[in-house]
C-alpha cells in the first residue's frame, strides 16, 4: 500500500478566517472542516519534526476536533503539539490557531497540567530572565477563550508576577504567551514564511517550555 504525502502548508487567506464566523455550529464546523482543518493538519505534519528537533522529544500534532460541542460554536480553531501521541491538554505545549481576527503561535499551559505548580514556582523566581527572553511585543493571556492578552513590554514586574502567582494557586487557571499576527499581514499567505515564522517564535520561548518540564 502506497501512503499519501504530507498535504503542503500553503499558507492562510480570508477563506479561513471567515471560516471562524459563519454562523451555528454545523455552518461552522462544516467551514472549519472543509477549509482550515487540511492547514492545521499541514502545520501540524510540517512542525513536528522542528518542534522534537528544539525540544528533544517526540512530538506528535493534534488538531482540535470541538467533539464535545453540542450548541455554540467554536469561536478558534488550533493545533497543538505534545510528546504523547494521545493527547495534549495534560502536557505544556506549542499550538497554533485562528480567531476569525488573527493568527496565534504561542507556548501554553492549561488547568488539566499537572506542571502548572511547577512552572508558577519556577517562572517566579526568574521573573527577571523571563523579562529578558520575551519580545517586547509578545502576548500573554490566563485566558484561552479570550482573543486578547496583555502585551508583555506593558506589564510591570509585579503584573507578570500576578500572572504566575494565580497559575499556582487558581485550580482552573491557565498561562499562554506568544504572537498575534493580524488578518490581513501578508506573511499569511506565504506558507513558507510563515512555518520559518513559527519555527523562529517556538525557540524563543522554549525557555518557558523547558521551565515547565517536571
Same mark, same amino acid.
Given at each position: ?51 522534537? /528537533? ?42 497554533? /490557531? ?69 497559575? /499556582? ?46
Amino acid at each position: 500500500m502506497t501512503l499519501a504525502a504530507p498535504s503542503v502548508f500553503t499558507g492562510l487567506t480570508d477563506e479561513d478566517f471567515n471560516a471562524m464566523s459563519v454562523p451555528g455550529l454545523e455552518g461552522r464546523m462544516e467551514a472549519i472542516i472543509g477549509t482550515v482543518r487540511p492547514k492545521l493538519h499541514a502545520l501540524g505534519d510540517a512542525l513536528a519534526p522542528v518542534l522534537a /528537533g528544539l525540544t528533544g522529544e517526540n512530538t506528535y500534532p493534534h488538531v482540535a476536533k470541538h467533539a464535545r460541542r453540542s450548541v455554540n460554536p467554536p469561536d478558534d480553531t488550533w493545533v497543538a503539539w505534545s510528546p504523547s501521541a494521545r493527547g495534549y491538554k495534560a502536557f505544556p505545549h506549542y499550538q497554533i /490557531g485562528l480567531w476569525s481576527t488573527h493568527l496565534f503561535i504561542q507556548f501554553a499551559i492549561i488547568y488539566e497540567c499537572p506542571n502548572k505548580t511547577i512552572f508558577a514556582e519556577r517562572a517566579a523566581r526568574e521573573l527577571a530572565s523571563i523579562r529578558e527572553a520575551v519580545p517586547p511585543h509578545y502576548v500573554w493571556s490566563k485566558d484561552h477563550m479570550v482573543p486578547t492578552g496583555s502585551v508583555h513590554g506593558d506589564l510591570s514586574d509585579d503584573e507578570l508576577a500576578a500572572l504566575f502567582q494565580r497559575l /499556582g494557586s487558581v485550580k482552573a487557571s491557565e498561562l499562554t504567551c506568544g504572537v498575534h499576527i493580524r488578518r490581513g499581514d501578508p506573511l499569511l499567505e506565504n506558507g513558507d514564511a510563515l512555518l520559518r515564522k513559527a519555527e523562529s517564535v517556538f525557540a524563543t520561548l522554549l525557555p518557558l517550555y523547558k521551565m515547565a518540564q517536571a
